[in-house]
């Protein structure tokens, strides 16, 4: 069945620097989701992916879908500590569920 | 806050035993989805009703079974529980009726079986 590949699984950063993480499918995707959960939360969305090669940005997240529709990331620029969490992609083929990675985990060290 | 209601927030229970979960979704929204959550798992799909109907079935097992009613909250129940069956239980809702709209998630119901 579909799968959706996260990488990194855990990412340990020191405030300002920068974090990256990586979302790969293993069949073409019609559209991609990122989530973000905190700590002890609930997952909540962060913004979808549709296009090929679309890129947007919400202030210091810099979200890609591939050409190929294949694969995603999710780029933070200068880290703070609020951006602490796990950061989960999520995959849908046509009308099938969305399948979810097992999300990066976010430690920002002040 | 989401909008989304689950309730209970915590759950402890024996093996062998039967819970009901709840769930009430946003105002408006008529698809409701279950996932699990377990550290090693990420988040699974489990099932979605739309309007009252299932729309589509995930990794559920036989154990657990699901509706949504008139009023479109909905129940998870979990029986012949298993200690591998600890996990977060996460209800999420969405307006429409495809699987890929945006969905807003509850607090989760933390289900610890001992």
């Known amino acids: 069945g579909q799968q959706v590949m996260q990488i990194p699984q855990y990412q340990h950063v020191q405030e300002g620097e920068d974090f990256t993480t990586y979302c790969n499918s293993s069949?073409?995707?019609?559209?991609i989701q990122w989530y973000k959960q905190r700590p002890g939360g609930h997952p909540v969305f962060l913004i979808q992916?549709?296009?090929?090669?679309e890129v947007k940005k919400q202030k210091r997240l810099t979200f890609q879908f591939g050409e190929a529709k294949k694969n995603s990331s999710l780029h933070i620029t200068a880290t703070q500590t609020t951006d602490v969490g796990t950061y989960f992609c999520?995959?849908?083929?046509?009308?099938?569920?969305?399948?979810f990675g097992k999300g990066t985990r976010l430690s920002v060290i002040a | 806050d989401s909008g989304v209601t689950q309730t209970p927030k915590h759950l402890i229970t024996a093996t062998g035993q039967r819970v009901t979960l709840r769930c009430s979704p946003r105002?408006?929204?008529?698809?409701v989805y279950w996932y699990q959550q377990s550290l090693d798992q990420g988040l699974q799909f489990l099932i979605q009703?739309?309007?009252?109907?299932?729309?589509a079935k995930g990794n559920i097992l036989e154990r657990f079974s699901a509706q949504q009613f008139p009023d479109l909250h909905s129940e998870l129940n979990l029986s012949s529980l298993e200690l591998g069956d600890s996990a977060l239980y996460f209800c999420?809702?969405?307006?429409?009726?495809?699987?890929?709209?945006?969905?807003?998630f509850g607090q989760g119901t933390r289900l610890t079986v001992v």
């Open positions: 999420a809702s969405s307006p429409g009726r495809l699987l890929g709209t945006e969905a807003f």
């Open positions: 069949t073409t995707l019609s559209n």
């Open positions: 992916l549709v296009k090929s090669g």
């Open positions: 999520a995959g849908r083929r046509g009308n099938t569920p969305l399948v």
């Open positions: 105002s408006g929204d008529l698809s």
């Open positions: 009703y739309y309007n009252g109907e299932e729309r």
